[in-house]
């Protein structure tokens, strides 16, 4: 009897695994508790796979022998529970697609940096010209990839909620970047609970396999693992792993040392990111030389410190995808002149106490671009000697255009979700974009 396997989510995942799953044998149906979109229902059609849409008919679902779930579904949920109950196992798209490829894979997660590393260790790997798939949490489809063909090499981004759904997935190398309080609503409010999915990149790793690490975060170095471990570290020398020392980062691999000092993306993080993928790209024997060159020409991901403009001398920088405080005190970090700060959205309770320092030292004006901005008021009243807000986007950036003067940067840096005024942090980064673009 042919196994019978249920998509939950109709997304890029959840659709490229149903397309998967059909081109494998299995009996396929897909249910969205949303609306499909006329594209994605356009793929399934085409493919012969049933499905539904604003709904899930449990007498659908609970006959499955095997659910491919999307990581945007709590565990928590009745459904999932449901399913739990009657021991049908739940699986992510990852897990699923892992199981089709005999690439070698390279596995990124942490709460910031992610997107960055991804894309540049797929960058450093092309231009080395290997046969290279970029997918996971960025790029394309993981799944819908693999029905099309396989690769030499996968650099997947993976979220905690992706890694919360493998059980045999495993990466040929692992990098564990940070570990910082966010999603926390879905871990019941405990960091703990989140490291540990984090932690699941190299829980079914082998001796044979690496894990590429951040040495400066205690958590994460305490972390133990059958893999090879590589520390990376900003602020101490390491003998076999990366470091940054006098402008240089440095390589120790197998008693081969690289550096480098011109790199195309800037700030700290980006130093520390830029040494993950050096780091993962040296292991996978990829020469110093072309390693140098594809530091230098390569172009960072959209909507993640983006530079758009410079309008009469005031540099415009779109940082959309910074959806949490960590993720913003890296962007301010990163400034090198005076700051007029976009900031505000749905805020997931986010404590800007982390963020006073830094703001004192570079901000000089706020806007404050939300539905509810009270929580960004108190932290920064009196550290700043302007703080205006702005209903909409348009506004926001005519407000930020008359605040700044020659030699300044207005930065969106928002730490918050965008979902009170914007469909996604993607249309915020566009608007700002054409905002910017009317000046």
Not at 99 to 108: E, G, H, L, P, V
Not at 270 to 286: L, Q, Y
Not at 379 to 405: C, H, P, W
């Amino acid at each position: 009897m042919t196994k019978r396997i249920v998509v939950l989510g109709a997304g890029i995942s959840g659709v490229g695994a149903a397309v998967l799953a059909k081109q494998k044998g299995f009996d396929v149906f897909v249910s969205d508790k949303g609306t499909i979109t006329d594209e994605n229902k356009v793929v399934l059609l085409n493919n012969e796979i049933k499905w539904e849409e604003q709904k899930h008919t449990p007498a659908y679902i609970l006959n499955a022998d095997e659910v491919i779930k999307s990581p945007g579904i709590p565990d928590g949920v009745t459904l999932i529970q449901q399913l739990i109950t009657k021991e049908i196992p739940v699986i992510s798209e990852v897990e699923f697609a892992f199981r089709y490829t005999k690439a070698k894979i390279a596995a990124i997660t942490g709460s910031n940096g992610k997107t960055t590393t991804t894309l540049l260790l797929g960058h450093l790997l092309k231009s080395a010209g290997y046969d290279v798939l970029i997918a996971g949490n960025v790029g394309v489809g993981f799944a819908l990839s693999i029905a099309e063909r396989d690769y030499d090499y996968i650099v997947l981004e993976l979220s905690s909620f992706q890694l919360d759904g493998i059980q045999k997935f495993r990466s040929d190398v692992g990098i564990l970047l940070n570990i910082t309080a966010d999603h926390l609503d879905r871990y019941n409010n405990k960091l703990e609970n989140y490291a540990s999915s984090k932690f699941r990149i190299t829980e079914n790793q082998t001796t044979e396999d690496v894990l590429i690490y951040n040495a400066d975060d205690a958590m994460i170095e305490a972390l133990t693992t059958k893999a090879r471990k590589l520390p990376i570290s900003l602020k101490t020398k390491q003998t076999e792993g990366g470091f940054y020392n006098n402008n240089e980062i440095i390589i120790n691999l197998n008693n081969n040392t690289m550096t480098m000092q011109e790199l195309a993306l800037q700030g700290k993080h980006n130093i520390f990111n830029s040494m993950a993928a050096a780091m993962a790209a040296r292991v996978f024997e990829v020469k110093d030389t072309v390693i140098r060159q594809a530091m230098i020409d390569f172009q960072n991901v959209e909507h993640r410190l983006e530079y758009i403009l410079t309008v009469h001398g005031i540099d415009f920088i779109n940082d959309s995808k910074a959806t949490n405080i960590n993720a913003c005190w890296y962007a301010l970090e990163s400034m090198t002149k005076k700051v007029v700060w976009i900031v505000g959205g749905v805020d997931k309770g986010n404590d800007y106490t982390e963020l006073v320092n830094m703001v004192d030292e570079k901000v000089k004006a706020i806007i404050c671009l939300g539905e509810n901005n009270q929580n960004i008021i108190n932290s920064f009243r009196g550290k700043v000697d302007t703080i205006v807000q702005a209903s909409n986007m348009q506004e926001a950036v005519k407000q930020s255009y008359a605040l700044a003067d020659k030699k300044d940067v207005v930065l969106l840096s928002p730490a918050c979700a965008s979902f009170d005024l914007f469909a996604n942090y993607e249309d915020r980064g566009f608007q700002f974009k054409q905002s910017v673009r009317k000046l």
